[in-house]
């Protein structure tokens, strides 16, 4: 095992350094509007009149705040602060507060509302901008934010967060971040981005009133989220917390077995770590047991009659590899060990884009790329598929050391 983890570390550092961050530094950059740009085809047409998002400016602030700080290089520093600027400039609201959720390629608002998930997105990435550059402002602003989403998003009645406000903070009808989504007040992929957003905020703000919301956040997830039959998130949900559909997202599953951890571990509550621990072991046996391939790779989704949607995005594969890997060092059962391995393989083998660089969306159930999608997007991004790399080499160092002790 020892053997494979260093050739795992260095493929993982490659791949990071060679081949993702890369492609970003290069490509991303809309040196003639500001920010980023909005779109780029599989084909590497940009798309010069895509509107630009902020989850994709939010993400990019993570990633490159997060790569200068595992490896201190200037390149990364440089990309980082030009996100943060630009963040600012471009989506922020002076006048009703928070985070504006579609510009367009100039910089004026398409989509003024307030999206939850994307002020969770932008608290996530200031805190790592802060742990990066120790930049106060970031970290102030980190926390206004945080005070104006319990302000506004809270719910007070049957706890948890509402997805969304008029660009005023009043109430409005549309909730969904996407055409693909259920259009409900309430949803998993919102309160799992929130609680990681909270989580990273309380590694450096010790707030009782932020460390009341965390440990609100794990209980609304372990009692209304988790299906606690079959072990998988339930996805959409009205204000009372009534369940909207049945559908089952391996790869948020797996995302979520791991944050769900860290945030009970930062958190530091031992009798609610032990709880949450034994409900992610649950979640990424469910996982495994009805959401691998036999290539290793992870299906999108599925319900409780099988499959649903056979492709294998980027994003659950990377999620993947932390996620098994994660309760294996829960359990030290060999069957997460190689599920992560086999999940870096499958990337290797099939999501990697040995033409144009990064990673391609995802493949259809035959192993080819989809070829009608794009390759920087709104939700094509470097966030899951970079903090992967930097997880696993964190996760494979320790294990090193055990090891060689």
């Known amino acids: 095992m020892h053997v494979d983890i260093e050739n795992w570390k260095q493929a993982l550092q490659k791949e990071l350094e060679a081949n993702i961050l890369p492609f ?19 084909d590497m047409t940009v798309v010069h009149d895509a509107n630009k998002s902020l989850v994709l400016a939010a993400r990019i602030l993570w990633t490159f705040s997060a790569a200068y700080r595992f490896t201190d290089k200037q390149d990364y520093l440089n990309m980082a602060h030009y996100a943060y600027t630009s963040l600012f400039e471009l989506f922020a609201d002076e006048q009703y507060r928070g985070f504006y959720w579609l510009i367009d390629y100039k910089g004026n608002p398409i989509e003024a509302k307030k999206q939850v998930y ?20 970031a970290l102030v602003n980190g926390i206004a934010l945080f005070h104006l989403l319990e302000q506004h998003s809270y719910d007070a009645e049957h706890r948890g967060y509402f997805e969304a406000f008029s660009r005023e903070w009043s109430v409005t009808d549309h909730f969904s971040l996407s055409d693909k989504d259920l259009n409900e007040k309430k949803s998993m992929n ?27 956040l794990i209980e609304i997830t372990l009692h209304h989220i988790i299906n606690q039959n079959h072990h998988h998130f339930l996805l959409f949900f009205d204000e009372q917390w009534n369940s909207k559909s049945n559908a089952i997202s391996y790869g948020h599953d797996i995302e979520g077995s791991w944050l769900l951890y860290e945030a009970a571990q930062v958190l530091g509550n031992e009798k609610l770590l032990a709880k949450v621990r034994g409900i992610v072991i649950s ?3 469910a996982t495994l047991h009805e959401g691998v391939d036999q290539d290793g790779g992870i299906w999108n989704e599925g319900n409780e009659h099988g499959i649903t949607n056979a492709n294998k995005d980027w994003w659950p594969q990377a999620e993947a590899m932390v996620g098994f890997y994660n309760a294996f060092q829960l359990t030290d059962d060999p069957r997460f060990y190689d599920a992560a391995l086999n999940s870096w393989h499958f990337i290797q083998n099939y999501i990697v884009d040995p033409v144009h660089g990064e990673w391609v969306w995802g ?10 999608e794009p390759k920087l997007s709104a939700w094509k991004c470097p966030y899951h ?17 055990d090891v060689s002790n």
């Open 385 to 401: 598929n970079s903090r992967a790399c930097i997880e696993m080499l964190r996760r494979l160092s320790i294990s090193c050391d």
């Open 363 to 372: 493949v259809d159930p035959s192993g080819k790329p989809l070829p009608n």
């Open 190 to 216: 919102t309160h799992l981005h929130v609680l990681e957003a909270y989580t990273h905020l309380y590694r450096v703000w010790k707030s009782p009133l932020l460390g009341q919301k965390l440990t609100e």
């Open 283 to 285: 979640m990424a046996n």
């Open 24 to 42: 970003w530094l290069t490509h991303a950059k809309d040196v003639k509007h500001g920010g980023f740009i909005g779109q780029i085809n599989q």
């Open 118 to 137: 994307g002020q969770a997105f932008v608290i996530y990435a200031l805190t790592e901008y802060f742990l990066a550059t120790g930049c106060e402002v």
